[in-house]
């Protein structure tokens, strides 16, 4: 079993441990590190954001070669750690002879440790991990009263105890938080539009996190549904296939037959992950396309609705405007406006 190291007070520090331990190539852009891995201990991409008032996002997407265990000590500050495992397990301790605990696919886990207090990380071999780390300091200075606010909100919540005992929590599963990674991870803009989008939507994440653990807590989290693990993984694999062949004339019954899920599955599914059924999630990712060809591209209407799959004009743009308010004409047109005047 390979062990690392992280006792960085910096993004910047720790990704220099990071590549230190594992290679690869590192790179910095707009405050958005990323080191991609390709060596003898593993292969993948971790991904790292720093946002004011104290939250870091770290990302990681990796198989590693060997058992692997990543040690956090941070002995002059108490962190909260949001974590959310889309793929894969990972288990954690507090030090060697703690207890681990496993969080699988799709589940939400919340710690909290005594200050100076080692936490460990478990990576297992040969498997692929995909899981988020949203690290919170509770502890110091907020620049406005937000931020303020919400430090005393989650230290109040769960350090009530903190100088006397850990907390680990495993929340049961839930779709919509990896519904919002993918988002997160589709971003395609560049320098502060793309910082302010990921900000944005970690937000979001960490709001649906902490969302998770009160709904446990009352007992009427029911995010899953009647759907199995496995099954929501299904869902999270129709899901991208919606999405890359949105174009194409897919109906339930070309799902059911293509990936063995029935139909009332498929439709919970889909509900619990997007809030939309597949028909009406279809349109959705259809009248997305459909924005952005008549924002980044040149072509006409009549060109956009048969590429997103459509046949008729006059639907789509019945669509449209219930989308955003506007025609596609007009959109178009204010679009080359703001090119023009740019």
């Known amino acids: ?8 007070k910096t993004i910047e520090a720790t990704f220099q441990q ?29 991904k790292g954001v720093p946002f004011k008032d104290g939250i870091t996002y770290l990302e990681f997407d990796m198989v590693f070669y ?36 496993v969080l699988g696919s799709f589940q939400t886990g919340i710690l909290t440790s005594r200050q100076a207090e080692e936490n460990l990380l478990y990576f ?48 049961s599963h839930n779709l919509k938080i990896s519904e919002k990674i993918d988002q997160l991870q589709a971003i395609t803009q560049k320098g502060l539009v793309r910082s302010l989008l990921i900000q944005g939507l970690v937000h979001v994440i960490l709001a649906l996190e902490i969302q998770q ?20 993984a299904t869902i999270k694999t129709v899901s991208d296939y919606v999405n890359e062949n949105s174009e194409s004339q897919i109906t339930i019954t070309d799902l059911y037959s293509k990936f063995g899920l029935s139909p009332s599955k498929l439709q919970e599914g889909f509900k619990l992950m997007h809030g939309h059924t597949v028909t009406e999630y279809i349109r959705e990712v259809r009248i ?24 008729s004009r006059s639907y789509f743009s019945k669509i449209f405007k ?21």
């Open 213 to 232: 653990h009160s709904d446990d807590l009352k007992n009427r989290s029911q995010n899953t549904g009647t759907l199995t693990v496995s099954e929501m």
């Open 124 to 171: 297992k071999k040969d498997e692929q991990l995909k899981t988020t780390l949203i690290t919170v300091q509770t502890t110091g200075s907020a620049n406005h009263t937000d931020a303020q606010g919400l430090k005393s909100k989650l230290h109040d919540t769960f350090f009530k105890n903190f100088d006397k005992e850990n907390f680990v929590y495993i929340g």
């Open 18 to 46: 990071l590549q230190n331990t594992f290679g690869g190539k590192f790179t910095v852009d707009y405050k958005e590190h990323t080191l991609e891995v390709d060596s003898e201990l593993g292969k993948g991409i971790i």
């Open 322 to 342: 219930e989308k955003y308010n506007c025609s596609p004409k007009d959109y178009k047109f204010a679009q080359r406006e703001l090119a023009m005047s740019a």
């Open 1 to 8: 079993m390979k062990t690392a190291y992280l006792q960085a």
């Open 66 to 101: 060997h058992d692997f265990v990543l040690s956090i000590n941070t002995p002059d500050k108490n962190p909260i750690y949001f974590t959310y495992c889309s793929k894969g397990q990972l288990g954690h301790s507090f030090g060697e002879t703690g207890e681990k605990r």
């Open 288 to 311: 997305k396309k459909a924005e952005d060809l008549l924002k980044n591209t040149d072509m006409n209407i009549s060109q956009v609705v048969y590429t997103i799959g459509l046949t």
